[in-house]
């Protein structure tokens, strides 16, 4: 198949799903071999899409940037800011990116490519040296206060790696979110963006599972998802709650608002059949019901 007849295939499908914006992978599985001939003349997708003259998705646009051109772009963000580039500013920059794309580039580029931001500001030559040094101190004081830690120490770190997992299962493009924002994880599909904060619940005690309230304000939106990761040694459930709906919950004082912020006391209902409440709500629709990200 040559550069030609990969044209008018892809025109042909375009055809044939008029309903779609744009064609993606998927779409070119159709046809027989046609991805594999599309990478091979036009590299990506969305040069194939721009020479068939039709329309590519933003995350197809994106990705046609080089390797070389995300380097630099990071570097001129670097200088334009004067400080170390971030997720955020990779999402809020309106400028600079249309120097190297059409759209804007899409910061989860960098963990695919590079295997994360971190190590593609290494490669861009960007370095906060005092920043190395802090992590190296906070690294050493940790080995020698290690030993009085107690075991579930790390569980927050695993909730999130947990979450991350099972997003990239479900066909997610998904990563930590660098910096303190109030979210852990941010994931795109189908050209849409999802925020997480990701709170672990060790299910052998009591304690409640706390939200700030400066944490709650600044992340509200329609796209903000709360998942819960409720851990013993042997088993993780997952309870993914809309952001609304927790705001709901403590509109109704379901939720206790206190000074420290928001407590969310779940409780594990062994009587019969397993169960996860809430007071008396129970949170069954929750449970690892992942289709409720939409």
Avoid: C
């Amino acid at each position: 198949m040559d550069r030609q007849k990969v044209v008018e295939n892809l025109k042909k499908l375009a055809s044939q799903l008029k309903t779609k914006k744009y064609l993606t992978g998927e779409d070119l599985k159709k046809i027989p071999k046609l991805n594999y001939y599309t990478s091979f003349h036009f590299r990506t997708l969305a040069n194939a899409l721009k020479a068939a003259g039709l329309p590519s998705s933003k995350l197809a646009a994106a990705m046609n940037t080089s390797n070389e051109e995300l380097l630099q772009y990071l570097k001129d963000l670097n200088r334009e800011l004067g400080q170390i580039p971030t997720v955020w500013h990779i999402q809020h920059d309106e400028k600079l990116y249309k120097k190297y794309s059409n759209e804007k580039i899409v910061w989860s580029l960098y963990k695919s490519r590079f295997g994360g931001l971190t190590k593609a500001r290494e490669l861009a030559g960007i370095k906060d040296k005092s920043l190395f040094f802090k992590e190296a101190k906070s690294a050493s004081n940790q080995q020698e206060n290690d030993e009085n830690l107690p075991k579930n120490r790390f569980w927050g770190e695993a909730a999130e790696l947990h979450v991350l997992a099972e997003l990239l299962y479900r066909k997610f493009q998904a990563a930590n979110v660098p910096v303190d924002v109030g979210l852990d994880i941010l994931a795109i599909k189908n050209n849409k963006t999802y925020y997480f904060q990701v709170k672990h619940k060790d299910l052998s005690n009591n304690q409640a599972i706390k939200i700030t309230k400066s944490s709650f304000e600044k992340t509200g939106s329609g796209e903000v998802y709360y998942i819960f990761v409720l851990l013993t040694d042997k088993k993780r459930d997952f309870l993914i709650i809309p952001y609304h709906i927790i705001n709901d919950w403590i509109r109704e004082k379901i939720i206790e608002d206190t000074d420290d912020g928001y407590l969310i006391y779940i409780k594990h209902n062994k009587n019969g059949e397993e169960h996860y409440v809430l007071k008396e709500k129970m949170l069954d629709r929750f449970l690892n019901n992942w289709e409720i990200i939409r």
